[in-house]
């Protein structure tokens, strides 16, 4: 397969999906992914599509209206975290690539990072600060499953998972691959990766609070520290570590704590 970005001395070579430079026009190097546009949009489109048949268990939104139960809840992740690392496969071959080799240090970092996300989210929770909308299923398996259920870690491992290969992958796509250098050219594929600026950081935070707002003072913080990272090592793995650290950091506080309302 052709890499994604362009070798030392390689001519640079238009996006894919992209049109070609007007004659005359000097064409700015493309730093990928091929077919940009699918691969870092499809994954948390799917997700987010997916996520809107999780039924809640106060009721309400569109699996009530589908008649989805709260008891399904395990079963209707599962699908969604399926769906959504089916959309990854799908945009594998145009990634491998183009993602890099990982550095050593990112996904500790990311680790790190579950410290400011738990203080910031308990301080906002312990305020009752609230932007009304985006709250949390907190589903705890053991609770509803019961003690001892064979279910339970079954499920547990289906929310692994999602929480720290599906949602690292798909969001990183969209934030780091997509987002943070959209708001810099609108031929995305064009801005090198890790481009770093006072937008960037204002995109990435105002997409942190605006998807996680039971914990919009963490994201505000968490989101654009993760889009130093990428400007630290300029590899879109970097990112995708960095968030499966801190997400897997976060299930074990959930877990030893059940502090479920984080999940």
């Known amino acids: 397969m052709t890499p994604s970005v362009p ?3 390689d001519p640079p070579r238009p996006g894919a999906g992209a049109p070609p430079p007007a004659d005359g026009a000097t064409a700015l ?3 990928g992914p091929r077919a940009p546009w699918v691969t ?11 996520g809107s048949f999780l039924p809640s268990a106060e009721g309400g939104g569109l699996a009530a209206t589908l008649g989805i139960p709260w008891a399904a809840y395990p079963w209707a ?9 089916a959309a990854i496969g799908w945009c594998g071959r145009d990634l491998v690539r183009w993602l890099g080799r990982p550095t050593w240090w990112t996904a500790l970092a990311g680790v790190a990072l579950v410290v400011p996300w738990v203080i910031l989210a308990t301080l906002q929770r312990g305020s009752g ?5 985006g709250a949390r299923e907190g589903f705890d398996p053991f609770t509803a499953f019961g003690a001892g259920s064979a279910a339970t870690w079954p499920f547990l491992a289906v929310r692994a998972l999602g929480l720290v290969v599906a949602v690292p992958i798909a969001e990183e796509l969209f934030v780091r691959g997509f987002l943070t250098r959209y708001v810099v050219n609108e031929e995305f594929w064009r801005v090198p990766f890790g481009t770093l600026s006072a937008v960037v950081l204002a995109a990435a935070a105002v997409y942190g609070v605006a998807t ?3 914990e919009a003072l963490a994201a505000a913080v968490w989101f654009p520290a993760v889009s130093w990272i990428a400007s630290r090592t300029r590899q879109p793995i970097d990112c995708i570590l960095a968030h499966a650290g801190t997400n897997l950091a976060l299930g074990a506080y959930v877990l030893a704590t059940g502090s479920w309302w984080l999940m």
């Open 7 to 9: 070798a030392p001395g």
């Open 29 to 31: 190097p493309d730093h």
């Open 40 to 50: 870092c949009l499809a994954p948390l489109v799917t997700y987010m599509v997916a």
């Open 77 to 85: 992740y599962a699908l969604q975290v399926a769906a959504t690392l």
């Open 129 to 133: 600060w609230d932007l009304g909308f």
């Open 212 to 214: 996680h707002p039971p």
